[in-house]
């Protein structure tokens, strides 16, 4: 893994932008992107190294860390989870016990590998996957080649259940909240006309 070490592992891959309408990460709005091969890598080459912030949370961990139904969701947990699920990043576990979660997050710095997209939505499979290696007793994750990728073609792996059950949950703490919002916002509507009869 010395490719790793020196950095010198990514080669054949470009950030472009998501054009097509069907694809699932496009936008109307705002601009996505995707890596996309500039030529063929070979199944089983280490294209990059995940790279990013490293974060470390503490604190008890539930028993059913995979239940997030359970999750009393408040503003603060709204803000959490949307670092955890923006559409720019993806959080990257390297350790997680019950007392203590380690993970990189490529949202404010890192590689091109920041914006490999999920299959989901896509016809296709996965072409490439996440691999954590130990170099000199350091934990790195690495992004390998999981088949045969060729030129042009969109880079994508499995970002994993819980990174999808935090996007729908959080886009249901958002709806109520905004339905929260404009409850009372209408009820304080209804009591100005009250008073004004």
């Excluded at 950030?15 to 199944?43: M, N, W, Y």
Aim: glycine share 6%; aromatic share 8%; net charge negative.
């Amino acid at each position: 893994f010395r490719a790793v070490i020196d950095g010198s592992a990514i080669k054949n891959i470009e950030v472009r932008s998501i054009t097509d309408c069907s694809h699932p990460a496009f936008s109307h709005t705002e601009t996505q992107f995707g890596v996309f091969a500039t030529g063929l890598i070979k199944s089983g080459s280490v294209i990059a190294e995940y790279t990013g912030q490293l974060h470390v949370r503490e604190g008890p961990m539930d028993d059913d860390n995979d239940d997030l139904e359970g999750y009393v969701i408040g503003p603060e947990e709204i803000r959490q989870m949307e670092s955890v699920a923006d559409s720019h990043s993806f959080d990257i576990e390297i350790h997680t016990s019950r007392s203590v979660e380690v993970f990189i997050r490529a949202k404010h710095c890192g590689n091109e590998t920041a914006f490999i997209n999920d299959k989901k939505g896509t016809s296709h499979d996965h072409n490439c996957t996440y691999l954590m290696v130990f170099i000199r007793d350091s934990p790195h994750v690495i992004v390998v080649a999981a088949s045969d990728i060729t030129a042009d073609q969109e880079l994508l792996v499995t970002y994993g259940e819980r990174y999808w059950q935090y996007r729908t949950l959080l886009h249901k703490a958002k709806d109520k909240a905004k339905m929260t919002a404009d409850g009372s916002h209408s009820d304080s509507n209804d009591s100005n006309a009250s008073s004004v009869m």
